[in-house]
């Protein structure tokens, strides 16, 4: 007999009859197969298994913030600069920005508004009622005018000023014309509240009756901690890690050699 042909194969995206509700056979070795999906960095490449940090190439600004941090805690760094490393916790900055928030200045777009609603009431013969606003004072100059008239009521200094020659001496001012001071991180969060990307010195003038108790409390914490608080002395002079150990061996090999001496 002659052998049967075989039947060609189906086209694909064509099933047979029947097939439609049959499931697959289970594969008893599927558990030993499951898929790993593999992340990859720029250029296809996968990221290495070990940490790299050490390694990479950081961009100038942050190489200049970590040098400028070392040498901050190696060198002898006198009170004067020193002091702008004691800040407020966090509970009491806390406090603080909650207090200021509520007297930010008007931006831009509502005090476009606010000029235009005045200018519409003047049109129609209106009579326009004006109150000194309690708003948070800013700028170097417009603060220490202030706390030299004996204006400012508490005055916020940030401590990451650059150059610090700018803010230096304002502590000292403050203690001389006897204004509560305080000293917070960072200036791009006191610029938050003067709509600003940055600012160095924040000043309350004033505040509404029903803040007066939080603002009372913020003040003589403030007080207490930098005017009436006690002196800050010199500051940095920490050893790095390779040269303390360099240290801790010479230390260890001078006790030894006093051991011997001391059993000879």
């Not at 961009?59 to 760094?77: D, E, F, H, N, W």
């Not at 939080?214 to 608080?229: H, I, L, P, R, W």
Request: charged share 30%; net charge positive; glycine share 6%.
């Amino acid at each position: 007999m002659a052998p049967k042909k075989k039947a060609a194969a189906l086209p694909s995206g064509v099933r047979k009859a029947g097939t439609r509700g049959k499931k697959k056979k289970e594969d008893p070795f599927e558990h030993l197969y499951e898929p790993q999906t593999k992340s990859f960095g720029a250029g296809g490449i996968p990221y290495p298994k070990h940490d790299m940090h050490r390694w990479v190439r950081w961009p100038k600004y942050v190489r200049i913030q970590r040098q400028r941090r070392a040498l901050g805690m190696r060198l002898s760094v006198p009170p004067a600069i020193n002091q702008f490393s004691h800040t407020f916790d966090r509970n009491q900055a806390v406090h603080l920005f909650k207090l200021l928030m509520k007297y930010r200045p008007e931006d831009r777009k509502t005090k476009q508004l606010r000029l235009q609603k005045e200018a519409e009431s003047r049109a129609s013969g209106m009579e326009i009622e004006k109150k000194k606003p309690m708003y948070v004072k800013y700028g170097l100059r417009n603060v220490t005018n202030l706390i030299e008239s004996g204006e400012a009521q508490l005055v916020v200094i940030a401590h990451n000023v650059d150059p610090i020659e700018l803010v230096v001496w304002l502590p000292a001012l403050c203690k001389k014309m006897d204004v509560p001071y305080c000293i917070v991180k960072d200036k791009s969060r006191l610029g938050t509240v003067v709509h600003k990307k940055t600012a160095a010195v924040l000043c309350l003038t004033a505040v509404k009756n029903e803040d007066q108790r939080e603002f009372t409390k913020v003040a003589e914490s403030a007080k207490s901690m930098f005017n009436d608080g006690s002196r800050i002395g010199w500051g940095g002079g920490v050893l790095g890690p390779k040269s303390a150990h360099a240290l801790k061996k010479k230390e260890r090999a001078l006790q030894k050699e006093l051991a011997k001496r001391m059993q000879a």
